[in-house]
Every structure is written in structure tokens, then in C-alpha cells.
């Protein structure tokens, strides 16, 4: 495939639950909470975002985590723990008939997670921990591969390769910003045309991208009045889906409240972006 060749979809679709990826599909959504705070705020928001999704027609995959392992201070909020979180994520699936995205950590959180969860994330800072990636290829479910930080978007190929070595071909890719000096991310458009070569949906994560990574004292920072721009522009460019962190009060939420959208943006952005996703 020549430089300058860019498929105007990929290869192959993916199916999470009832949400398809790529393929010609719609444009989809993967949204929630950075981590589960607790059960009634994971319902609370799921219910929102879920009645949001019905409203607006929107395919939507429901995101949270159960322990933020990466955490910058050994102090700051991790989350309720594998069983714990995995039994809030079980109820929401179950009550709401959403698709369940969730990151995994640990080989031994692999097979707990798939039970569960119809997508698996391999982390961007553990994209190049070889066990830990052909652990998810073998679980069998979707792989939504973080494109490391410290990553160009033309050698996400071996992490690729690590997960179609199980035999594995449900594949997504995810943009999240590239470290640009200290304290500093940069997202790069460019890469989720390169991604995309490789021949599996692309998605694009506006609220890490806006990180500022270690840029608090004890933690992350972040700036999250961008979020939405490069959202739109990104999905000018061709993104199959959005990967949006959500809050209802972000400057309350014990992760990333820096760059978490507020709940009521979600409806009015995704609209923005719904229609430029139809002309592009």
C-alpha cells in the first residue's frame, strides 16, 4: 500500500455486543467513568449515559474501571478491586444491555474480566507486555489496544501481531495522545490514518489525549476544553469510534478530573460529531 493510500474504512468490522466498529458501521461511542467510585454512581451514570444512547440513537459501549493500577501517588483513589467491580460491571450489563469495556492490569485478571466484559483494553503503558497481551488474544474477546504514549502508530503492528498469534482477529485500536516533551501529550491525526493500514477499526480517545501526565503535584493533570475539538476533528479525519470519560461533576471524580467531559456536553457533542461523521 503506497504512502499516500489511506482506506476510507477498514477491513474488518468488530462487534462488541450489539455495537459494531468499522466496516461502514456508524460512528460508536465508548463512554463512562474513569474508575467505579461506587455502585450507585456506576448505575447512576450508566443509566444516564444509556438513556442518552436510546435518545440519540447512539451505539454505545459502557467503560469504567475497577482499580487504576497506574495511578501517579501511591495515596490517590485506585478503585473497589477485581471482584468487587467486575460484580457493579456484571449488574449494569445485565440491567441496561450495554456492551462492557474494561482495562485489565494483570494476566490473572484476564479470564475474571472476559466473563464479564465484551471488551478487553490492554493499557497504553503495558501495550508492550508481551504475557499480558496474548493473555486478552487467547480470552477471545474484542482487544482494544492503547497505542502506548511512547509509541509510533506504524509499530502498533507488533502489538497486533502479538494478539493475532492466538488466532485472535477482534481487534480495536486506540489513539490516546504521544508524550510531547515533559508533562505533555500531543495528538497526532496523522496516526489514526496509519492505524488504520493495518486493516482494524481506529478509535480515538479525546479525554486522555488532553492529559497532562504527572502535571499535578501528586498526580495527573489534564485540560479538558479540548476534548471536544479534537474529538471532532478526529473523527473529520475518520475515526470509527470515540472514546469519551464522563462525570457528572468532573471536578469531583477521584481520576482524571481534569479531562473528563460533564455529563450534559455528551448529548450536544455527540451530535456535532455524529454529523461530521456523515460527511466524512
Known amino acids: 500500500m503506497g504512502k499516500n493510500s489511506f482506506p476510507k474504512a477498514p477491513v474488518k468490522a468488530v462487534k462488541a455486543g450489539r455495537v459494531r466498529f468499522g466496516g461502514g458501521a456508524p460512528l460508536a461511542l465508548i463512554a463512562g ?27 454505545l459501549v459502557f ?25 457493579i460491571l456484571a449488574g449494569i450489563k445485565e440491567k441496561f444491555g450495554v456492551p462492557i469495556l474494561v482495562d485489565v492490569h494483570q494476566v490473572s485478571e484476564v479470564k475474571p474480566a472476559a466473563e464479564v466484559a465484551d471488551i478487553l483494553q490492554l493499557p497504553a503503558f503495558l501495550c508492550r507486555q508481551t504475557d499480558l497481551v496474548t493473555a486478552l488474544g487467547e480470552s477471545g474477546r474484542v482487544v482494544n489496544i492503547k497505542k502506548g504514549q511512547f509509541l509510533a502508530p506504524w509499530d502498533v503492528r507488533h502489538v497486533i501481531e502479538k494478539v493475532e498469534s492466538t488466532g485472535n482477529r477482534r481487534i480495536l485500536l486506540t489513539e490516546r495522545g504521544a508524550s510531547f516533551g515533559y508533562n505533555n501529550l500531543v495528538a497526532d491525526m496523522r496516526s489514526l490514518l496509519i492505524m488504520r493500514q493495518f486493516g482494524y477499526p481506529v478509535v480515538f480517545d479525546a479525554t486522555h489525549s488532553v492529559q497532562l501526565p504527572g502535571g499535578r503535584a501528586e498526580g495527573t493533570g489534564g485540560d479538558g476544553k479540548w476534548a471536544p475539538y479534537l474529538s471532532k476533528a478526529a473523527v473529520a479525519a475518520g475515526c470509527d469510534g470515540l472514546f469519551w470519560e464522563t462525570h457528572r461533576n468532573p471536578p469531583e471524580a477521584k481520576s482524571d478530573k481534569d479531562n473528563a467531559l460533564p455529563l450534559d456536553v455528551i448529548g450536544p457533542l455527540w451530535r456535532q460529531c455524529r454529523r461530521i461523521d456523515e460527511l466524512a
Open 63 to 87: 467503560k469504567a474501571s475497577y482499580d487504576k493500577a497506574n495511578r501517579t501517588s501511591v495515596k490517590a483513589f485506585r478503585g473497589p478491586g477485581l471482584a468487587q467491580g467486575l460484580e
Open 33 to 59: 467513568p474513569c474508575v467505579i467510585e461506587s455502585r450507585a454512581m456506576a448505575f447512576d451514570l450508566a443509566a444516564r449515559l444509556v438513556a442518552l444512547a436510546k435518545k440519540e440513537k447512539i451505539p
